[in-house]
């Protein structure tokens, strides 16, 4: 009897245990959802959201409590002034019932100069602070924003809202989760519907969406342990959805059609899901280890956002891979031919062969002419990718954002009314005596120089922690915080000032925060680590690849390949938001570049996504020539048969993709057309044009291992020597 690999083993187990792989996946989901319930997740707060210097600067700063939560009702009149008697009773009201508001601390009015007043006296700001961390300040809103409602009640003819740090936080927060959930709610509808398309039947698609929204569910529940040791971002639930729809749809296909194919060929129903256990199954586990191999390269990123990115997608990667190995095979034994029901009027039911005549048309095609087809589609992704060396990485800013939106608005007029609140390089001071000898001597020096500097704007403020241990000296500078002028100061502060000032005392530890700083550290702190990333990336993908199809050609062209349709689709973000391409059909402004997480991110995404693909397809052609077929005949088979199937997988995630470019965000935007150029391109001309043509010319090249990594083991394949240069060499039986 033929010996069964671990994927039609579980799947053997599954369709003859259905009822215990069933209620086991039922029971899992509900353990998860336990264990979510009883764990409070933790969140990323404070210093975790900054990198380098910046990082360590707030580090100092939160430890000693020299963050606190700032908040400001401003005050605006376009006719009134600060002197006017209706202008100072909405101050004075605020003032007081600030004062007496819950967690609300340290309220300092404008009235006597404790707080600032526009120089044209038409705006005024009420600052005080919201107790706890940032966390929980954002829960702690409450009682001063009905403050400044009450206070606007009284005086409609003044301006009076709110704006800090917890508000904005939270605002932003929430517009960004509704944006998500908007994404989401249109997502799975379009989902079933292309699945509708891609099966003719309900049933049958329904099996693909289901599995994968309790992965999902179970991986977002699962995560709040790995958050108790490195807290989470707040937005890796929706990366989660993302991620696992995609996996889920793609391994229920995987393992769907299959399983038709075989029941089409005349199989009964246990032999059936036995083929497609110990073929697609197969795939699908190679295909996974694969991505997750791509994922776990965010966390040499050393960004706390990216960690948990690569915890939660690698956490639901790994659940799509149990489930359709043991969940799938017995949810389709189960139903039988009932997986059929709910057809779809005029639509075909099992295609005997399983091939597509378009794919074998498209890829008979380019092998027939391998040379033209590699000139004219790699000659056009080339040229895609050409645009993506001209890429400048930017950081999202307010000017970025909606500009009808409510803290926008609010932002905008604080920031013409009072230019020195905005704008601010912190430096952070540490040493064992920050208020006097030569910390304190070195930080006077420090505001000396800084007043001299055309650099800087006027009104440094030093402020002490309780212990005087770390002092924070605030220096407002030009520049709008994202921009070249925001740089240049930075620079003069982190290179000239610091350096010949405090930063040369003996015992004093100075690091530079702020909106610049922060922006500049992240930047440079993923620009030093993407080679790490790729190289780290590519190797895993090159041994996982190598001991699968016992080939060193096979790796190598999957990662050239890859590279490739994702160089195509950074030089598709550089043309679109970069240079502004398309800006009145996508709804957006460009601000020259491309947002600083989305290279990253993409990269992992379609690396894992692609080699997914690629795994699927290879392994049926790597079946076909086990079976005895030439790799021209095993190619064209295997590529013409799996097409539809990877066509289908990719439309869905193109559409979902797509979804993202309606949101109002333009970093969401980026990460929708990024991801969907790629796909796309993917699943069409890598797959079905440079993919057959590049291994009919390479013919059993394709399969060349060196004798030196024999040990290898075979399972049963054939394996080829080294060809010889003059003679085409005979496959030998493995």
């Known amino acids: 009897m033929e010996k069964r690999n671990l994927a039609a083993r579980a799947g053997h187990w599954s369709a003859t245990h259905r009822k215990t792989a069933i209620f086991g996946w039922l029971g899992f989901v509900v353990v998860a959802f336990m264990i979510g319930n009883a ?62 508001a819950q967690y609300v601390v340290n309220v300092k009015s404008p009235i006597g100069g404790g707080a600032p007043v526009s120089d044209d006296g038409h705006a005024a700001l009420v600052q005080f602070q919201i107790t706890g961390d940032d966390l929980q300040a954002a829960d702690r809103l409450a009682s001063s924003k009905a403050v400044v409602a009450s206070v606007q009640d009284d ?40 699945l509708i398309v891609a099966f003719g039947a309900l049933v049958a698609a329904l099996i693909p969406l289901l599995l994968g ?19 989470v971002d707040g937005n890796v639930s929706s990366v989660i959805l993302l991620i696992g729809l995609a996996v889920c749809v793609d391994y229920s296909l995987f393992y769907l059609r299959r399983e038709r194919e075989a029941r089409a060929a005349g199989k009964e129903m246990g032999d059936a899901l036995d083929v497609a256990a110990g073929t697609s199954g197969k795939a699908v586990l190679i295909s996974g280890v694969t991505v997750i191999a791509a994922m776990a390269g965010m966390f040499l990123s050393g960004d706390k956002t990216f960690i948990s990115f690569a915890e939660g997608t690698i956490l639901v990667v790994a659940i799509a891979i149990v489930a359709s190995l043991t969940v799938l095979p017995a949810v389709l034994s189960w139903l039988g031919d009932r997986v059929e029901n709910g057809r779809i009027p005029f639509m075909r039911k099992r295609r005997p062969a399983g091939e597509s005549r378009f794919w074998s048309r498209v890829v008979s095609g380019a092998m027939r ?55 601010v390089a912190d430096v952070a001071v540490e040493a064992d005596d920050v208020r006097s000898g ?32 770390v002092a924070l000296v605030s220096i407002p500078t030009v520049g709008g915080g994202n921009d070249a002028e925001s740089e240049a100061a930075l620079d003069q502060i982190r290179d000239v000032l610091v350096p010949a000032t405090v930063g040369a005392v003996p015992g004093v530890t100075v690091n530079v925060s702020g909106s610049a700083a922060s922006s500049v550290d992240f930047r440079d702190q993923l620009k030093n680590r993407l080679p790490l990333i790729f190289g780290f990336v590519f190797a895993l993908t090159f041994i996982i690849m190598l001991f699968t199809f016992r080939s060193i050609v096979i790796p190598i062209k999957a990662i050239l390949l890859n590279l490739l349709s994702v160089g195509a689709a950074y030089g598709v973000l550089v043309l679109v938001f970069q240079n502004g391409w398309g800006e009145s059909l996508l709804g957006f402004t460009s601000n020259g570049g491309v947002t600083n997480w989305l290279p990253l991110f993409l990269f992992v995404i379609l690396f894992g996504l692609s080699m997914d693909y690629h795994v699927f397809i290879l392994s049926r ?77 390479l013919g059993d090249w394709n399969w060349y291992l060196p004798q030196w990594l024999g040990w290898i083991p075979e399972r049963g394949e054939r394996t080829l020597p080294a060809p010889e240069p003059a003679v085409k060499p005979r496959p030998a039986e493995g």
């Not at 009076?160 to 936080?169: C, I, N, R």
């Not at 030569?438 to 009104?459: C, H, K, M, T």
Request: aromatic share 6%; net charge negative; proline share 5%.
């Open 39 to 100: 764990v409070a997740p933790k969140e990323m707060h404070g210093a975790d959201d900054f990198s380098g210097e910046s990082g360590r600067a707030e580090t100092a700063l939160f430890d000693s409590g020299l963050r606190p939560n700032d908040e400001n009702v401003m005050v605006q009149s376009d006719s009134l002034r600060i002197q006017d008697p209706r202008f100072r009773s909405a101050v004075t009201q605020a003032s007081n019932e600030l004062s007496k």
């Open 155 to 194: 005086h409609p003819d003044l301006r009076v809202e709110q704006f800090g740090s917890a508000s904005t936080k939270k605002e932003l927060n929430t517009i960004f989760q509704n944006d998500l959930f908007k994404a989401e709610g249109l997502s799975f509808p379009l989902t079933l519907l292309i």
């Open 438 to 469: 030569p910390a304190a001597a070195g930080i006077a020096r420090l505001q000396r120089q800084a007043a001299n500097s055309d650099q800087v704007r006027p009104g440094t403020e030093v402020t002490y922690s309780k212990d005087g241990t």
């Open 213 to 231: 929204i309790t992965a999902v569910m179970a991986a977002e529940q699962l995560l709040t342990l790995p958050s108790q040791l490195s807290p």
């Open 369 to 423: 002419r391998p040379w033209l087809s590699i000139a004219l589609a790699g000659g056009a992704l080339v040229a895609l990718a050409i645009p993506a060396f001209g890429m400048k990485i930017v950081t999202s800013g307010p000017d970025d954002l909606p500009q009808d939106l409510a803290l926008i608005k609010t932002y905008n007029t604080i920031k013409a009314a009072f230019p020195e609140e905005t704008v």
């Open 621 to 697: 052609v790597r079946e076909n020539y086990q079976a005895g077929m030439t790799t021209e005949e095993a190619v064209r088979r295997g590529i013409s048969a799996t097409a539809g199937t990877v066509t289908s997988a990719a439309i869905v995630m193109v559409v979902v993709f797509s979804v993202f470019i309606t949101l109002s965000f333009i970093d969401f935007k980026e990460m929708g057309v990024g991801l969907a150029v790629a796909i796309l391109i993917d699943a069409t001309i890598i797959r079905g044009v440079l993919l057959p043509a590049s291994m009919k010319l």
